[in-house]
């Protein structure tokens, strides 16, 4: 497997003594950084996008971009990988293989626009419309808050083709950035530019049908699936993030001098590390326990419980952190900027909130589940 580039030499400094990473690469040079370097595929089973996630191989290209780039770029590959190409190989025609193999190896990002104008969570609210006949597509509306929106070669664009709440009623269109009507703009955010992050519009833009992605209707059943992946995708990063962070930190604390001895010589502080480490080691058995359901049989309950883990996990892991580095985590590039950046572990993809709904809706199922595990012991 070829390795990836070198980083930037003037890349910073993860921790005291850890190796240098290039936080100021952005998410299309991530992109292409991992496709020229063949770790693209490896998310796939035998390659193929169509055949599904690889699980072992997810977490460990998310790791390595963690490793290497700061949490926007890595936020830009694990979009695409979990979910905007799983979601493009359910189409077919040349418009759609054309965009999946440049993406896969690399060369063109693609960006995920289901989030409207409307609330985030609510996506048969959603505005964008799609007017599909015999003859084409013409998509109106405009979607905000899209990662890789600046960068993009194409758009996924989840938009109604008729109007009301129905579940069949949305469909995916792919639409190229440099089609007439589209306009796009970066979103006001310093702590995500990186990840390409902006806000797009559609003014009347009209496409052949060789644009419709997968059959008319089917627009959110397949959304359903493919979110439960990038829900997935969030755990095994959050993993490989906080496990990063926590390093980093100790480091940190065992090489700062503080009376007879170090930091990490401090019960307090020791204590305070431990509980974090504790939280981890808890989303990661989570974790490892639930990744065949949500990969295999695209099980959304679980997706939940691992999104509302995670998303309760990161911030708190990180914020202890941070509160740990003192007065040094307010640099440029240090670890409250991290922190704060994390906290969209808590919000993109669903809030915490709103999964933990889809958790108590399956109450009865997961408490079984515990009950059949209890008597296996």
């Not at 991992?34 to 977490?59: K, N």
């Not at 930190?249 to 504790?278: D, I, K, M, P, S």
Request: aromatic letters at 6%; proline letters at 4%; one cysteine or more.
């Amino acid at each position: 497997m070829p390795e990836l580039p070198a980083t930037d030499p003037a890349g910073a400094q993860a921790a005291d003594g850890a190796a240098p990473r290039d936080t100021a690469m952005s998410g299309s040079a991530a992109w292409a950084a991992l496709g020229a370097a063949g770790h693209l595929a490896r998310v796939y089973r035998g390659g193929d996008v169509r055949r599904g996630i690889d699980v072992d191989g997810l977490a460990d290209v998310l790791a390595t971009a963690d490793a290497r780039w700061a949490i926007p770029a890595t936020l830009s590959a694990s979009v695409q990988l979990a979910t905007a190409l799983p979601v493009l190989a359910t189409g077919t025609g040349p418009a759609v293989e054309r965009v999946l193999a440049r993406a896969l190896s690399g060369r063109a990002t693609l960006a995920l626009a289901a989030t409207d104008t409307t609330a985030g969570t609510d996506l048969t609210a959603l505005r964008t419309e799609a007017a599909v006949d015999t003859t084409g597509v013409v998509v109106t509306g405009g979607k905000k808050w899209i990662t890789n929106a600046t960068t993009a070669e194409s758009f996924l664009v989840l938009a109604r083709h008729r109007p009301g709440r129905h579940f069949a009623n949305f469909t995916w269109v792919l639409v190229p950035a440099d089609a007439p009507g589209v306009a796009i703009r970066p979103a006001p955010s310093t702590l995500y530019a990186g990840s390409g992050a902006g806000h797009v519009s559609f003014d009347a833009v009209s496409l052949n049908r060789e644009h419709l992605v997968g059959r008319v209707g089917f627009g959110l059943p397949v959304f359903a699936r493919h979110i439960a992946v990038e829900r997935l995708a969030g755990a095994l990063w959050g993993v490989a993030l906080c496990r990063r962070v926590l390093t980093d930190t100790r480091r940190r604390l065992t090489g700062r001098e503080h009376q007879e001895g170090t930091l990490w010589n401090l019960g307090h502080v020791r204590q305070r590390f431990a509980a974090a480490l504790v939280r981890v080691r808890e989303l990661h058995a989570l974790t490892e326990r639930s990744a065949p359901r949500v990969a295999e049989h695209y099980d959304l309950q679980a997706a939940a419980t691992l999104k509302a883990a995670a998303g309760t996990t990161v911030p708190y892991v990180l914020g202890e952190c941070a509160h740990l580095w003192g007065a040094t985590g307010f640099a440029d590039g240090g670890m409250q900027e991290i922190r704060a950046q994390a906290a969209l572990f808590g919000i993109g993809g669903g809030t915490t909130e709103v999964v933990l709904e889809t958790v108590a809706e399956g109450a009865e199922r997961v408490l079984d589940d515990l009950g059949r595990e209890v008597l296996q012991l």
